[in-house]
């Protein structure tokens, strides 16, 4: 199991189960997945068959509900059945991956056959931290099946939100140059958002306002727009890295940008605005009243449309030298003098998303400077290990911050799901587990979550095991 609830009492009963199972369910369970879900996690002998309750429960058989007593959910398992009991949709699902989570197999009295076993006792659970959220690049070397995978494992795991970046992969109707020309249609992308918002996912979009402005990573040099046509030049800084922000021209393109991603994206909380690694700023005060402006300015026309943005926090920070030497802090800001007028001069409204992957003991000290200064931050881990994982969790527990992001960018297919674990809300120790035990079980719940029907490139999280990673 992955999950370690906050408060469980076990007893001597047992559920067993195979073949179809009925259950009575709330209608937000009512969906093509939760059955895939129930039919994978169950090692596909069982299937389920669905009634409809008013209440926020998922049943089956007589087993009565237990009061949450100010728990997100409740889970009652007994020789009958069980009874899921959550007061919102969202704590549901949370309750509803929990009991996945405890399905195992054992062997039926009469024979070989697998059936699945559900051990007794009564649960009462909340998420130790709130906001989970989880970042996911969609490059142009990304399958669709991966990134429904993705969705289907962040799930799982019981994250909140997906923060979605297509890195010219996605077709605009604003700009052709936006996309190469395999990039996906959004008919495609549109039914693998909504079997993650079936599951409980908030899809947060995501596209860069400032660095980042080619769609594609610097060590390449490739650049979507400008390989395609070169003549769209002033849209860009002279090296074309950089939004050319001044121009109204560009404020329109990524207003439009803005409004087709949240169209595709449904409705939801946040918009990601990047703003990270503006490579050749020259902070002079009219470049840093020019950029707090423009932040100000798209950070008001995304709360005006009911979203908080979210910004990367690397350029507004300078690395102070009282710092714990051990954690190498990525600062961007050249002057303590730039990094106060900076946080002087930008709305309080902006979510700062701090990462730091190479700060390896806690506390990580930078969100201290966006919480003095009266921001809320997220701590972003990367895949650096475990002793960063739990320099990330441990400072955004104590700190109490909004909550953490968990970036991705290209390591996937190193094994980088394995760390996604970290930040499951019932990963209370993360020495419990280790890279190397983490691999087992983060490929066994990728079996379940979406098996790969026996195809080799798609079974795991890579599709070679010799030679170079595929992106």
């Known amino acids: ?43 596909q002998c069982s299937s389920l068959l669905l009634s409809e309750s008013d209440d926020y429960l998922f049943a089956v058989g007589n087993t009565p509900r237990i009061p949450t007593d100010g728990a997100a959910y409740s889970i009652h398992i007994d020789a009958h059945g069980f009874c899921v009991y959550a007061h919102n949709e969202k704590d549901l699902l949370l309750g509803v991956m929990t009991l996945l989570d405890r399905f195992h197999p054992t062997e039926a009295e009469a024979g070989e056959a697998t059936v699945i076993a559900l051990e007794g006792c009564r649960i009462q659970d909340s998420p130790r931290i709130p906001t989970r959220m989880v970042h996911f690049c969609v490059f142009p070397e990304t399958e669709l099946w991966e990134l429904q995978r993705f969705l289907r ?168 030298p009282q710092w714990n030497p051990n954690n190498k802090y990525i600062c961007n800001a050249p002057s303590p003098e730039v990094e106060a007028y900076l946080l002087e001069h930008l709305s309080h409204d902006i979510l700062l998303a701090d990462w730091q992957y190479d700060a390896t003991e806690a506390p990580v000290e930078t969100v201290s400077v966006f919480q003095a200064a009266g921001f809320d931050c997220l701590l972003c881990p990367w895949d650096r290990g475990v002793p960063q994982l739990r320099a990330v969790i441990s400072t955004t527990q104590e700190q109490k911050l909004t909550g953490f992001l968990h970036t991705t960018w290209h390591t996937l297919s190193k094994g980088l799901y394995c760390t996604l674990l970290a930040g499951v809300g019932g990963f209370e120790s993360i020495e419990d587990y280790g890279m190397l035990p983490a691999r087992t079980r983060s490929a066994a719940l990728l079996r379940r979550v979406m098996p790969c029907g026996g195809d080799y490139e798609k079974a795991g999280w890579s599709r070679h095991q010799v030679g170079e990673i595929w992106y």
């Open 1 to 43: 199991m992955i999950f370690h609830p906050q408060r469980l009492t076990a007893t001597n009963e047992r559920f067993v189960f195979s073949g179809p199972v009925h259950a009575s369910a709330h209608p937000c369970l009512h969906t093509e997945i939760l059955k895939e879900f129930w039919h994978n996690f169950s090692l």
């Open 153 to 320: 494992f962040c799930a799982a795991l019981k994250y909140t939100h997906v923060v979605l970046e297509f890195w010219g992969m996605l077709r605009y109707d604003c700009l052709r140059e936006l996309s190469w020309a395999h990039a996906f249609s959004k008919e495609q992308i549109k039914p693998i958002l909504q079997e993650a918002k079936d599951l409980g996912l908030e899809i947060v979009p995501m596209f860069n306002h400032w660095g980042h402005a080619s769609a594609g990573r610097l060590i390449h040099g490739k650049h979507v727009v400008l390989d395609q046509n070169p003549g769209l030049q002033p849209y860009f800084s002279e090296d074309g890295w950089c939004w050319d922000v001044r121009k109204p021209k560009v404020k329109q393109l990524l207003r439009r940008i803005r409004e087709e991603l949240i169209d595709l994206c449904g409705e939801g909380s946040y918009f990601h605005i990047g703003c990270d690694e503006a490579f050749n700023f020259e902070f002079t005060r009219e470049n840093l009243d020019l950029i707090c402006g423009f932040i100000n300015e798209v950070s008001g026309e995304i709360r005006a449309q009911g979203r908080q943005g979210i910004a990367w926090g690397d350029m507004l920070l300078y690395h102070h």
